[in-house]
C-alpha cells in the first residue's frame, strides 16, 4: 500500500511539474517581447523606458508617416531638472548599434547619430526654444525623444520622455 501511494505521488508531481512548465510557456508567446531599453538621468534621478507603444520595430524602419506620428506623441516618464544640471541619456547597445538622436520639439540635440551608449547635455539648454517670430524663449518642459537609426538612416524606434524644468 505505502509503495502505491508513493508512486503515484511522484506521478502527481510530475504531472504538476508538467503543467507548470506548459502554462510557463503560453504565457511566454502571449507576452510582447521587449524593447531595448533608454534611460534619461538627472541629478540622482533615473527613468528608464521601452519604445514607446507602436514606435519599434526591430525587423524594419518606421515610415515616414508612422515617424512623424510617433515624434508627435506627448507621452513618457517625467523628471524634473534644475537649472545647472545636466541630463544623460543612455540607450541599450542595440539601440546604439547603427546610431541614435535625441531631440526635442525645437530641433536635434545632436548634429549627427552616436554609437555612444551615453551622451550627456546641458540641462536648461533643452528648454529653450524659438518662438513664431524666431526668438528665444524658455518653455516650463519639453518632450525629450530618443530615436534609434537603422543601417540605412531610417528610424527603427522612438522613445520618449518628458523634461519639466524646476525653478
Known amino acids: 500500500m505505502t509503495a502505491a501511494l508513493f508512486s503515484r505521488g511522484k506521478a502527481s508531481r510530475a504531472a504538476a511539474a508538467a503543467c507548470a512548465v506548459t502554462l510557463g510557456l503560453v504565457a511566454l508567446t502571449a507576452c510582447d517581447k521587449?524593447?531595448?531599453?533608454?534611460?534619461?538621468?538627472?541629478?540622482?534621478?533615473?527613468?528608464?523606458?521601452?519604445?514607446t507603444k507602436g514606435c519599434f520595430?526591430?525587423?524594419k524602419k518606421l515610415s515616414q508617416s508612422k515617424l512623424k506620428e510617433c515624434l508627435n506623441k506627448d507621452t513618457g516618464k517625467t523628471i524634473k531638472v534644475q537649472p545647472g544640471q545636466r541630463v544623460g541619456i543612455?540607450?541599450?547597445p542595440k539601440i546604439a548599434e547603427y546610431g541614435w538622436i535625441a531631440a526635442t520639439a525645437s530641433s536635434p540635440l545632436m548634429g549627427k547619430p552616436s554609437k555612444e551608449t551615453y551622451r550627456s547635455f546641458d540641462g536648461e539648454?533643452?528648454?529653450?526654444?524659438?518662438?513664431?517670430?524666431?526668438?528665444?524663449?524658455?518653455?516650463?518642459?519639453?518632450?525629450?525623444?530618443v530615436v534609434?537609426?537603422?543601417?540605412?538612416?531610417?528610424?527603427k524606434g522612438v522613445w520618449h520622455f518628458k523634461l519639466k524644468l524646476e525653478s
Open 125 to 145: 539648454s533643452l528648454f529653450v526654444q524659438k518662438n513664431p517670430l524666431g526668438q528665444a524663449e524658455t518653455v516650463p518642459e519639453v518632450n525629450l525623444a
Open 57 to 59: 520595430d526591430e525587423d
Open 90 to 92: 543612455g540607450v541599450d
Open 34 to 51: 521587449p524593447t531595448p531599453l533608454a534611460t534619461v538621468t538627472v541629478g540622482s534621478t533615473t527613468k528608464t523606458a521601452e519604445a
Open 148 to 155: 534609434q537609426i537603422d543601417e540605412n538612416g531610417g528610424a
